[in-house]
């Protein structure tokens, strides 16, 4: 019999609709001197930054670790700063010391704003009016004002959209291979560890822990990084009670350890994120966790091509 968590899985994974109401950060930043400060203090060159288009990037620390991931959405002569809500008040806080220094104000807007994750098909969802649209291959994620907000969920409602449980969620969320913040990167990441390449620019010059990146990128590689797992064991044995656990090499070396676990029902096994010491990094490499068997790929899990994208 299928299960109400398979049903919804494959209704957003054959293309159907479904949305997630979790709490996410939206900061508005503004000013002549917007983006000279802005790009002082994140990983991306927010000079290449046109207006309409959007970026990731990394606000790091003086020692390259990572204090929050963000995407930036230009709006003419302002910049829309979106983040999880566990790093929406470290973000605002970071830019906020910065108005008393010149033309630059900041703004926090996530509380007066509703917010809505689509997954699957959203060609149709209301645009225009106060609506803040960002995009990326796992979602559709829309900010509105709550009259806006009333319209985004009338269309949902119509077009009979699925409701993402939280264990949905993390299953999509590790198969797209998308980090969370607290689980899977945190202030002991190192931002190159991600292995997300567009977070970050090598040309743009000087901003906050620059240096330390840099360095790591120039002698051409991490120690370490974010990849895919596939696991041997069932879901039932390969539990949560192996996030934080110890990967090892066939010969019983350090290998890394995991920070996410999930089944997916499209690949019908059992998998992972971890981060992976640098030489066990090759997809299909063999490690052990425990007793259970682990081979390390690339992500994402479920191609680009295999995926059912939010449709503009």
């Known amino acids: 019999m299928t299960s109400d968590f398979e049903k919804a899985y494959y209704h957003v994974r054959s293309g159907g609709t479904g949305f997630d109401r979790q709490r996410r950060g939206l900061i508005a930043v503004w000013g002549k001197e917007a983006v000279q400060f802005l790009d002082g203090m994140i990983t991306n060159d927010m000079k290449t930054l046109e207006d309409g288009s959007q970026m990731l990037a990394g606000f790091p620390n003086a020692q390259g670790r990572l204090l929050a991931v963000v995407r930036i959405l230009r709006q003419g002569d302002k910049f829309l700063i979106e983040t999880e809500e566990a790093t929406r008040e470290k973000v605002f806080n970071n830019l ?23 997954f699957g098909d959203s060609s149709n969802v209301p ?9 990326s291959d796992f979602s559709l994620d829309c900010f509105a004002r709550p009259v806006d907000g009333n319209a985004i969920g009338g269309h949902l409602a119509k077009s009979e959209a699925v409701k993402i449980s939280d264990d949905l969620y993390e299953a999509l969320r590790i198969e797209n291979g998308v980090p969370k913040y ?12 991600l292995g997300l390449e ?12 620059q240096e330390i990146i840099a360095r790591i990128h120039f ?3 991490v120690a370490k990084r974010l990849t895919g797992l596939i696991l041997s064991e069932p879901p039932a044995s390969a539990g949560g ?6 990967l090892k090499s066939t010969d019983g070396k350090n290998a ?18 971890g981060y992976v010491r640098y030489d066990y990094l090759a997809e299909g490499t063999a490690l052990m966790v425990d007793d259970i068997n682990a ?8 191609p680009n091509e295999e995926r059912a994208h939010a449709k503009d």
Request: glycine share 10%; charged share 25%; aromatic share 14%.
């Open 96 to 118: 906020f010391r910065f108005t008393f220094a010149g033309d630059f104000f900041v703004e926090d807007l996530s509380e007066v704003y509703e917010y809505f994750e689509i």
């Open 127 to 135: 645009r225009g009016g106060d609506i803040v649209i960002l995009k």
């Open 182 to 193: 607290g689980v899977d990167m945190d202030e002991t990441t190192i931002v190159p560890e």
């Open 198 to 209: 567009s977070l970050i620019s090598y040309t743009k010059g000087c901003y906050i822990g």
């Open 219 to 221: 002698r051409g590689h």
């Open 241 to 246: 009670q192996l996030v934080g656990a110890d």
């Open 256 to 273: 890394g350890r995991i920070t996410s676990v999930t089944f997916s029902p499209k690949l019908n096994k059992t998998i992972a994120l």
């Open 295 to 302: 081979r390390v790929i690339n992500l994402p899990f479920i």
